[in-house]
């Protein structure tokens, strides 16, 4: 603790430099308890073997608000960004010297007097940024922001000088305008590996402005003849193509470049030693469960690339022929910083991989790339974990440290250094990458992207059926670049099957309507036997455009392509049967309703996760943040079959082919399908399904289907299961003291009703029994108000880390390829461990190989997750303790009424 006579010098000194324009804040001594506090939270993190991890600053400790962004400026030193405030500059501790902090200055770049509105609170000259890149002798930050008394810049890149010499940066340069901000706005600034030009990445919040050429042709649509439902909670409603972008300016920001598009939220990027662009796309966590979930992914951003994010149930698949798949799917999470690690002085291995950041779950992965044809195959590990760790934003050094900073909204930040001190060899790796023929000739296509070209459609055509998907994609892109009038003939006359399927693609995209009934005839009398399973999803795929380009077809072309398509349903395969039942039904094709309902019954097609196989399971996410770890708890003990589901939201646009028999079996499924448990946005995306539906029954039929369907079942908005009781709130964050206050003030002549009920809502009869009824994973509750105080139940469930038994913990099994499972041990044989993830369904086991498994230890984590009782008011909260205190017992003293006789 600092005495009255050291703060009084220090506040005099702070003073001083204040006035002459630096502000330096630290700089100096560290105290034995910040020693402590650094120790305790390199603890928490889990390191690969042979790196060590240091805590080396807290600008939350230090008023610094919650940094989000870093860069390396030509000095060695550090720049960073408060999400919501000003820039910093460090000069780092030099590695090993024993120097426990940084020194700090708070950047005053143009500062600005109070303002009027807030006399009191000093004008921010420049900060806000989601992302800073120092090159050019320029500091180039993109300042994520709505214009406010307090920062008077608005959301765009911006460019930063010092024209005086002076070591401080005094000229300000907008230079370009965006119209976004928040967390889908404007993000990340990353140099380009020939450190000729800059390139720029923005969620799909920030509009695209008007770009000076384009690598992906600005002809985006939606095109998905699946119904259009919109996010019932109005989530990206107004959001369309193409999404998130990425773009390639010059230093000056004069000449704007359009690369790839068609990402939700990729908020950092970076370029491999190849030179080839990784991102990290965003989940839409509310969609988990339905059929267009796609997860957190690695991407490889080639020219001209779509990677398909289209709003809400529109969201393309990633088997669509015209759009990209991605490099590795990762799970779920909230994507934040991407660097490669290029001059880290780690082992090979480490210098060539990506780092992709999870902010949620507090997971570093290392990316590992293997080329394979003209992209890459990968794999990942946990480099760091820990919780919580909020990872914001990370970067090599000049020193060949890794710096990570955490935060973000607001939350507690901190700076932390990670060098590598095992045994194998650090030397930097210098070959040239070895790339691939396929790689080759990508890039050779591409180079006809963004203009007209002679020799393009000589160069690129025979390409249009080549074997490697991202060969392919380029060739038809290097197309769509070129007049059509020089390629529409050749197209329509295409022989074979693949290269006319991707050139009636690139057709669609820019061709007239008049050519529809020639393009479907091509399409129509291709011989789908002799092509394998994708390519017969991209034929499919071709026909689906032509229909969202140009219109559904009528009289003979119609009647063509259902004679074609309806025989060839149901097919072998879930890909193909969405691709044909989307198909059908918009034909309003004989039989289609009855062959989908059939599917429909079977559900059979589904496999794996929703979204695909990823690197981390949805399971192993539980335990790592309780925040979102319980609303994955409850999704996976319910997750619903997603080909049914898509089979059903399909079903709501059929018009015609209906019978009294398949109306029932239809309409029954939706009460079904409501006692599922998906993301926040799956029980309204269903109700949107059922009442599109309902619009296609006669008038004297709806009450009858409304009731069938699960009306009864839903809250008046339809996002929602309507439940007995459901907890009035509002939501406050309990804290021990203010709880044990409460609850000490009296538990006279408590409800046992809405106790009870109370019980239920919050989950404890899920995990607990008491009287005999309830869950059998954690302890017996029957007996607790015998053995324990209110302050003793209260800190249990406040903060259940705090003590946990053995008989209830779970454990931390790592893995040979560097990642963790966490879980109860449930058994074991021989050879494998069987692992309860999932407190809300323990019967569901994972199986673990012995032999995979490097170490296992408890988890200083419960799989008791905190704040289940934040959505109670005070006298929600008595109740409750009143029901845990009385074991369920209603004749309990806690329930005896008042003198008086009033009750509560």
């Not at 765009?156 to 002076?166: A, E, K, N, S």
């Not at 990290?280 to 398909?308: N, Q, V």
């Amino acid at each position: 603790m600092l005495t009255s006579v050291t703060a009084a010098k220090l506040g005099i000194a702070l003073s001083v430099i204040v006035l002459v324009g630096t502000s330096w804040i630290s700089g100096r001594q560290v105290l034995s308890g910040e020693r402590i506090a650094d120790s305790t939270k390199v603890a928490k993190l889990k390191v690969l073997p042979g790196f060590k991890a240091e805590h080396l600053y807290s600008p939350s400790n230090n008023n610094q608000g919650s940094w989000v962004a870093m860069t390396f400026d030509d000095k060695g030193r550090m720049i960073t960004s408060d999400q919501y405030g000003s820039l910093y500059r460090l000069e780092l501790p030099v590695v090993g010297s024993g120097v426990q902090s940084p020194r700090v200055e708070k950047l005053k770049i143009s500062m600005s007097p109070p303002s009027a509105a807030n006399p009191t609170k000093p004008r921010v000259g420049m900060g806000y940024a989601q992302g800073l890149l120092w090159a050019f002798n320029s500091l180039y930050v993109m300042v994520n922001h709505r214009i406010d008394s307090t920062f008077t810049k608005g959301s765009g890149l911006y460019r930063l000088q010092d024209t005086d010499g002076d070591d401080q940066l005094d000229k300000i340069t907008l230079l370009k305008e965006l119209n976004g901000e928040g967390e889908h706005g404007p993000h990340s600034v990353v140099l380009s590996p020939d450190k000729q030009s800059i390139y720029v990445m923005c969620g799909n919040f920030t509009d695209l402005p008007k770009m000076d050429a384009y690598r992906l042709p600005p002809v985006w649509k939606e095109d998905n003849l699946f119904p259009a439902i919109k996010d019932p909670r109005g989530h990206a409603i107004d959001r369309m193509a193409p999404g998130g972008w990425i773009a390639k300016i010059d230093p000056e920001g004069k000449n704007w470049e359009l690369v790839g598009g068609g990402f939700r939220n990729t908020f950092d990027f970076a370029f491999n030693d190849a030179g080839d662009i990784f991102g990290y796309d965003s989940d839409m966590e509310w969609d988990f469960g339905l059929p267009w979930y796609k997860p957190t992914r690695i991407c490889h951003i080639t020219s001209g690339a779509d990677f398909g994010w289209r709003t809400s149930a529109t969201n393309w698949s990633p088997s669509f022929a015209d759009c990209l798949p991605a490099t590795l799917n990762m799970g779920q999470g909230s994507p934040t910083g991407v660097f490669a690690g290029h001059g880290a002085r780690f082992p090979q291995k480490f210098q060539k991989a990506i780092y992709a950041f999870d902010w949620s779950f507090g997971i570093m992965y290392a990316v590992h790339l293997q080329p394979q044809g003209a992209s890459y195959k990968a794999t990942a590990q946990e480099f760091i974990s820990g919780s919580p760790l909020p990872l914001t934003d990370g970067v090599v050094g000049p020193d060949g440290a890794m710096y990570f900073l955490t935060g973000g909204r607001r939350l507690e930040s901190d700076l932390y250094r990670v060098t590598y001190a095992g045994a194998e060899a650090t030397t930097p790796d210098t070959k040239a990458p070895v790339l691939t023929a396929e790689h080759q000739l990508r890039t050779r296509l591409e180079q006809y992207h963004g203009a007209p070209k002679a020799g393009a459609i000589s160069a690129a055509w025979p390409y249009l059926n080549h074997p490697d998907r991202f060969v392919r994609y380029a060739a038809r892109v290097a197309v769509e670049h070129q007049p059509v009038a020089e390629w529409q003939e050749k197209a329509l006359t295409e022989t074979d099957p693949q290269r006319l399927t991707y050139a009636l693609i690139a057709l669609a995209h820019h061709g007239e309507a008049t050519l529809k009934s020639r393009m479907l005839a091509s399409l129509l009398n291709v011989k789908l036997n002799a092509l394998t399973e994708q390519q017969q999803a991209d034929v499919l795929r071709a026909i689906e455009l032509v229909f969202t380009r140009m219109g559904l077809p009528e009289g003979a072309d119609r009647a063509k392509a259902i004679a074609v398509l309806s025989p060839r349903y149901p097919a072998g395969s879930a890909m193909l049967n969405r691709a044909y039942s989307k198909l059908l039904i918009s034909l309003e094709a004989p039989g289609a309703v009855d062959k989908t309902l059939k599917m429909l019954a079977l559900n059979n097609e589904d496999n794996g996760p929703v979204g695909g196989e990823t690197v981390t399971a949805s399971s192993d996410l539980i335990l790592r943040n309780p925040q979102y770890g319980l609303d994955i708890a409850k999704m996976l003990a319910k997750v619903p079959p997603a080909q049914q589901t898509y089979y059903a939201t399909m079903l709501s646009s059929a018009k015609t082919g209906w019978t009294p028999q398949l109306r029932n079996q239809y309409f029954a499924w939706f009460a079904k399908a409501f006692g599922y448990q998906g993301g926040n946005s799956y029980v309204g995306y269903v109700d949107k399904a059922r009442k599109l539906a309902l619009a296609n029954v006669p008038k004297e039929q709806f009450e009858q289907y409304n009731k069938l369907s699960g009306a009864d079942l839903l809250t008046k908005s339809g996002n929602d299961i309507a439940t007995d009781y459901s907890p009035k709130g509002p939501y406050r964050n309990w804290k021990l003291e203010n709880a044990v206050a409460v609850v000490d003030s009296g538990l006279i002549a408590r409800n046992f009703e809405t106790g009870k009920k109370l019980y239920s809502a919050v989950l404890c009869s899920r995990c607990h029994s008491m009287g005999g009824q309830g869950g059998d994973i954690g302890p017996d509750l029957t007996q607790l108000g015998t053995r324990f105080s209110n302050k003793d139940m209260l800190e249990a469930i406040i903060s259940p880390d705090k003590t946990i038994s053995d008989q209830y913990a779970s454990s931390i099994f790592t893995l040979k390829n560097g990642q963790s499972v966490l879980g109860r041990l449930i058994n074991e044989d021989k050879a494998n461990y069987f692992i309860s993830q999932n407190p809300f369904a323990s019967d569901q086991l994972r199986k673990v190989a012995k032999k995979d498994v490097v170490s296992r230890k408890y988890s200083p984590s419960s799989i008791m997750l905190p704040g289940l009782i934040n959505s109670l008011n005070a006298e929600e909260l008595k109740d409750l303790v009143a029901y845990l205190k009385s074991g369920g017992n209603q004749a309990n003293e806690v329930y005896k009424p008042t003198d008086s006789g009033k009750g509560k």
